[in-house]
């Protein structure tokens, strides 16, 4: 071991009768292989000592253990296994407390599982996640969960993979006993010495009687995760295995999950969800940021109070920051500060704050004005007014000589060029582009658009300010639309092409929910507004190449005035107060008088060829953004797809999923459809040279570090 590097195992002690076990591995804890080693060296040690009584499993640091090491997911698993070292503790013949703060997640729980008692700070969180990897818990989780909570608790943490906190775990039964004090060991060592005491013996959860069968409650759930999972098999497989529970003896059970476990932990998606895991972390990590200190942030400006801009505001202030809000007039003002308290009163509806905090949030934290120069001193401007060029170039001349000198000075635009925008200010070192997407406080990507003179230290700023709004953010560079609307342009376009070649709008948007998005293009289409693509469409149509085929039927829709969810009519019809419609009728009608006037003799697609097609122009867009620089590596663009446009995470994200199917085949497609349309399906260079040299888009990641 070198000088200055911490050991990685487990710290053993007895006092007065208590082994304690102090799993050391920073900075989460994880059960690495030297951790596993380490427990069965110290297990064997406690169980020869005659003056050990009970034993007390604890975490050093931040918290209990928080799961399985991630620096060896990709090696082949070494004894001792986690099931067998569970197994142990739970048949060690002396009892065990597991004493948790922090995190007790995945492998870390089922250790606690393992345990006979189980204690923990009121700060504890408490889940199985593994279902979010695409596999279940396949160390007893699946089997001793529902014995200890129920069928129904047990059903909702493991299929969702969400945590529960400490007093949610003692109300069902998870854990025994909150603990006050902030040292757990010494809380651990008391609880045991009482126990002791009081002559109690091992309580071993697999003993405990299995949950009743409830045929009622396992249809209702099979129905809810099979619609919820949109593919996804892993949550389908944790509602077998929990079902196993009320069916077979645990020891059956026990063998049963572990097959599911390696069933899941051998498919695709698993390999996809361990990809977006890694690509989340691998994000911020871009080596323009390396020393780079990000300004000082607690004041932000958003100018617009719109939909976008409201969301942005209240995304601002829920997170702690102090907020100014600008608006022209009183009117707009009292529309924006409604926009603002409704996303409120739902956080509050959701549980998500209580309505003292809300309450207190809106008259501290939030500032409405009308007047521009009340931006004079915060620390960031989020630009969120209409979206053209000259409109935000006035705004940003007159922030230009309102806010302070080192003021971040961003724009929310969805496609504009934002060199233009910071030219006509004297300090284009401090503009940035911040695109969010709607709705703001509810969306997690934030696209960091950094403009050619922006300087370092306002990208790091743009990073911050993402964490502090815990947004999941992407770098992109400066083009029409940056990196995800510029690929969304291109797949809406292969989707209209295939409804023009003989497709109803209707038939793609189900191809595409069966692939796993949770709404169809035209959907989306509907959700956006129809005025807002057709706004686009008019604004690019002085550049757009003559030999660019351009579909009218959704120009059609606009001209009826139907555009969307917003007038309850576009390409479907909604009911008033809903969001889900049924087929409008006359869009079928509009397409079909369109393929007349082309001479378009209509053909029927299989859901197979619609995605082939989606998917290979969605695709070779996204090759595309990384040849000229907008994206820096792969990952970026499938973390795009994922957190913006609703790709299907259990997919891995466009190139991940390119690479699963393979480039040679994704070009082949490319190259077939480009005899009938060879302007729009142009191969990208970079895709053509990663299949002339036999490589793979995740060959351009680095997800090592």
Known sequence: MHKGEVRSGIDYKVVDGVALFTVSNPPVNALSHAVRVDLEKNLKLAAEDETVKAIVLTGQGRGFIAGADIREFKKPPQPPHLNELISGLEDNGKIVIA???????????????????????????????????????????????????????????????RPIKANDALACGLIDQISEGDDMAAAGIAFAKSLISEGKKPRAVSALPAPADDPELFATWEKKVARSARGQKSPVLCVESIKNVTQMPFEQGLKRERELFLQLKNDEQHSALSYAFFSDRALGRLPELEGVKAREIQTVGVIGGGTMGAGIATSAVMNGLIVTLIEQNEDALDKAFGRISKNFAAAVKRGKMSQERADKLLSKSLHMSADLNDLANVDVVVEAVFEKLEVKQEVFGRLDKICKQGAVLATNTSYLDVNKIADVTSRPQDVIGLHFFSPAHVMKLLEIVIADKTAPEVTATGFKLAKIMKKVAVRAGVCDGFIGNRILTKYRAAAEEVVLAGATPFEVDAAIKGFGFPMGTFEVSDLAGIDIGYMTRQRRASTRDKRERVYSYSDRLYEQGWYGQKTGKGFYIYEAGTHKGVPNPEVNKIVEAERKERGIIPRKFSAEEIIDRYMAAMINEAAKVLEDGIALRPLDVDMTLLYGYGFPRWRGGPLHYADHVGLPKILARIEEYAKDYEYFWQPSKLLKKLVDEGKTFSSLNDLAK
């Open 99 to 161: 004493a948790i703060h922090g995190a007790a997640l995945g492998g870390g729980l089922e250790m606690a599982l393992g345990c006979h008692y189980r204690i923990a700070h009121p700060k504890s969180l408490l889940g199985l996640p593994e279902v979010n990897l695409g596999i279940l818990p396949g160390a007893g989780g699946t089997q001793r969960l529902p014995r200890l909570v129920g069928l129904e608790k047990a059903l909702g943490m493991i299929t969702t993979g």
